[in-house]
């Protein structure tokens, strides 16, 4: 299973920016699929996830700006963020999972198996 994100740059303060990611290398829809990102000297945060039973949330620091989808298949995710700050400059990753034999489970940051590399975004003031 393969996973890239797309969609990173460079944004001036109170633009907006969408970013993709396709999961690949399976035919079966993922489970959950979530947004992470980690800025310089912080650690990685959780912006956003959709679970398994359609449900989203969101950090507190983007609730309000960020959008999260994903396509039918369930193999590709989308952040939609505007108003965007310097503080949202980080590297953002994308991670998926898939059912686990029919087991409901909780996922975390810690249960994603598959991530992909990272597309950076910069917001400048």
């Known amino acids: 299973v393969q996973v890239a994100e797309y969609g990173g740059g460079s944004v001036q303060s109170g633009g907006s920016l969408r970013l993709s990611c396709v999961v690949s290398?399976?035919?079966?829809?993922?489970?959950?699929m979530g947004w992470f990102r980690q800025g310089p000297g912080k650690e990685r945060e959780r912006v956003a996830q959709?679970?398994?039973?359609?449900?989203?949330m969101y950090a507190d620091s983007v609730k309000g700006r960020a959008t999260i989808s994903q396509n039918n298949e369930k193999n590709t995710l989308y952040l939609e963020m505007d108003s965007l700050e310097p503080r949202d400059s980080a590297m953002y990753y994308c991670?998926?999972?898939?059912?686990?034999?029919?087991?409901?489970?909780?996922?975390?940051?810690?249960?994603?198996?598959?991530w992909g590399q990272g597309t950076q975004v910069t917001v400048s003031s």
């Open positions: 959709i679970d398994s039973d359609g449900s989203r």
């Open positions: 290398g399976s035919t079966r829809p993922t489970y959950c």
């Open positions: 991670a998926a999972d898939y059912d686990r034999g029919g087991i409901d489970f909780t996922c975390t940051e810690s249960t994603y198996p598959y």
